[in-house]
T-cell receptor, first 114, second 116 residues
Framework: AQTVTQSQPEMSVQEAETVTLSCTYD???????LFWYKQPPSRQMILVIR??????QNATENRFSVNFQKAAKSFSLKISDSQLGDTAMYFC???????????FGTGTSLTVIP | KAGVTQTPRYLIKTRGQQVTLSCSPI?????VSWYQQTPGQGLQFLFE???????NKGNFPGRFSGRQFSNSRSEMNVSTLELGDSALYLC???????????????FGPGTRLTVT
């Protein structure tokens, strides 16, 4: 069975600072995909960044980057130059290569402090 | 391209009633997944449909059911509502093709169901 664990229920960061959100997962699969989704307060869930397990290079999207450690089954999200609009719930998600089902972590509530 | 739409956005029902929620995926998307989101449990997977067939089902009782139509629109039904069914129900669509980026799920705004 696949599981995703986010051990930080809540985090805060000062505006313009850097913050790292942790995520670990458990699977026996070798090929899979990992995602970070962002859910702002009372707004729609949107994709932040995606990582294919077969790629060794860490994914980067503007101020968002990941540290993917396949052997450790770790997939952390780094947000640089934090902005007020980054305040949201962040969910780590895992999907097997068959692409049929997502597994989500319980989320980390991030607050950016002005 | 229009995003995923869900109707209704808010719903109040009483225990014992049944409810039907609707989801229209992004045009061209053939996979629709449903999730229940509660503060304590996070997002829990209900089921996933592809080309009118249920491919996967989460660990929910049989009171929760769904279906998908030929135009990929999907409905979710909950019968004999219980207080614990109060939640945000999210629908997500994807291409579900052979390429990695086609697996990304695009979420709708959700239906907020309150059971009294």
């Amino acid at each position: 069975a696949q599981t995703v664990t986010q051990s930080q229920p809540e985090m805060s960061v000062q505006e313009a600072e850097t913050v790292t959100l942790s995520c670990t997962y458990d699977t026996s699969e070798n090929n899979y995909y990992l995602f970070w989704y962002k859910q702002p307060p009372s707004r729609q869930m949107i994709l932040v960044i995606r990582q294919e397990a077969y790629k060794q290079q860490n994914a980067t999207e503007n101020r968002f980057s990941v540290n993917f450690q396949k052997a450790a089954k770790s997939f952390s999200l780094k947000i640089s130059d934090s902005q007020l609009g980054d305040t949201a719930m962040y969910f780590c998600a895992f999907m097997t290569n068959t692409g049929n089902q997502f597994y989500f972590g319980t989320g980390t509530s991030l607050t950016v402090i002005p | 391209k229009a995003g995923v739409t869900q109707t209704p956005r808010y719903l109040i029902k009483t225990r014992g009633q049944q409810v039907t929620l609707s989801c229209s995926p992004i045009s061209g998307h053939r996979s629709v997944s449903w999730y229940q989101q509660t503060p304590g449990q996070g997002l829990q997977f209900l089921f996933e449909y592809f080309s009118e067939t249920q491919r996967n089902k989460g660990n929910f009782p049989g009171r929760f059911s769904g279906r998908q139509f030929s135009n990929s629109r999907s409905e979710m039904n909950v019968s004999t509502l219980e207080l614990g069914d109060s939640a945000l129900y999210l629908c997500a669509s994807s291409l579900s093709g052979a390429l990695a980026d086609s697996y990304e799920q695009y979420f709708g705004p959700g239906t907020r169901l309150t059971v009294t």
